[in-house]
Nanobody
């Protein structure tokens, strides 16, 4: 499966952005999907994950209450709605897909075998 993240940009603190992840290739609903981010010189941070059918989600503590992950299997799309953005949210954002059983979410970067190119999010104060 191929993935491509988009929707990043330069915004001010407090603004919102919706990132999209376009997928193609194999049956999208066979994969759990996650969003990660990487700031310069840092490791990947897990943000959010969603199960194959979209019924189960999991969030990093910093994302709870501000970010929402969703997916539309009919359109082969995954989204990350980000509200109340902060300067510390500045990073390169990636979507990734992992082979997983129905009803499972995957939160560890090592489990993800398919990655798209990132989209830059920059939050100014």
């Amino acid at each position: 499966v191929q993935l491509q993240a988009s929707g990043g940009g330069l915004v001010q603190a407090g603004d919102s952005l919706r990132l999209s992840c376009t997928t193609s290739g194999r049956t999208f609903s066979d994969y759990a999907v996650g969003w990660f981010r990487q700031a310069p010189g840092k490791e990947y941070d897990f943000i959010a994950a969603i199960s194959r059918a979209g019924t189960i989600t999991r969030y990093a503590d910093f994302a709870k209450g501000r970010f929402t992950i969703s997916r539309d299997n009919a359109k082969n799309m995954v989204y990350l709605q980000m509200n109340g953005l902060k300067r510390e949210d500045t990073a390169l954002y990636f979507c990734a897909a992992a082979v997983a059983e129905t009803g499972m979410v995957v939160t560890t970067v090592e489990r993800y075998g398919y990655w798209g190119q990132g989209t830059q999010v920059t939050v100014s104060s």
